[in-house]
């Protein structure tokens, strides 16, 4: 749960995702070059995320990013696809997915939260280079007007990519607070709720997230919402105060 109040229309954001293909191959050193080539663009796109994130969230926040081409570069990581492709002489796209599973279930299965967390960096590295195998990149548009995003899960990537001016509030169903898009989201100041059983027929409904008491209104009525449009500029308010108090004297118009 993330303070804030968001009053909005919602977007059910569905996630590029295409089921992964078992393809029997010949040429196994084909798909090892698809394969290293897809990890050398990963790494490109990935430094100019870093870039992105350390203008807009800090250094602290931007340091996934450098996490994942750390991961990217992992010998243990590599050593599994390169396997898979050679032992069961299959497409590289299936190779990465695979990995990227196992790898996943590996650190979701953990005691320690920060590496459970860890499962979803490398749910979003291998997606990426599954995208870019397959041709299948797309960026986080958001369309014309601000919107509460509702998702299954979102990533480091995804929340870099989208339009910060359109995003409102975001609510997932899977998620830890100590995941780093969860994190990234905090400094951001985006109202965000964890865990709550979404629905894509709410897609284009209106709703209030309360980030202060964790609750969702779906279609809520006109006097809940004057209620919250209320808190919510005092909210508005309140930090604006803080912003400026912040601010030392010298540095203030």
Not at 57 to 79: P, R
Not at 167 to 190: E, R
Request: proline residues 2%; without cysteine; glycine residues 6%.
């Amino acid at each position: 749960i993330f303070k804030g109040i968001a009053i909005g229309k919602i977007l059910f954001y569905q996630k590029g995702e295409q089921p992964v293909k078992r393809v029997k191959i010949e040429d196994t050193a084909e798909q090892i070059k698809r394969y290293e080539d897809a990890r050398a663009k990963a790494a490109e796109q990935l430094q100019g995320l870093y870039e992105k994130a350390l203008k807009e969230v800090g250094e602290a926040n931007a340091a996934v990013f450098e996490v994942h081409q750390m991961m990217l570069e992992d010998d243990d990581y590599i050593d599994s696809v390169v396997n898979i492709i050679e032992t069961q002489q299959v497409n590289a796209e299936f190779a990465v997915a695979t990995t990227g599973d196992n790898f996943a279930k590996m650190f979701a299965e953990m005691e320690d939260d920060y590496f459970k967390a860890r499962a979803a960096d490398v749910k979003d590295i291998s997606e990426r280079m599954v995208n870019i195998l397959s041709g299948n990149e797309s960026g986080g548009a958001l369309g014309d007007e601000p919107v509460i995003v509702v998702t299954e899960s979102i990533t480091p990537t995804e929340l870099m990519e989208m339009d910060k001016d359109k995003l409102m509030a975001i609510v997932t169903h899977h998620g830890s607070d100590m995941s780093h898009a969860a994190i990234m989201a905090k400094t951001m100041n985006i109202p965000a709720l964890l865990e709550i059983d979404t629905d894509s027929e709410w897609d284009g409904r209106q709703a209030i997230v309360d980030g202060y008491t964790g609750t969702l209104y779906i279609d809520p009525d006109e006097e809940v919402k004057k209620e919250y449009e209320i808190r919510r500029q005092a909210d508005k308010e309140e930090r604006e105060e803080l912003l400026v108090g912040s601010i030392p004297e010298s540095g203030r118009s």
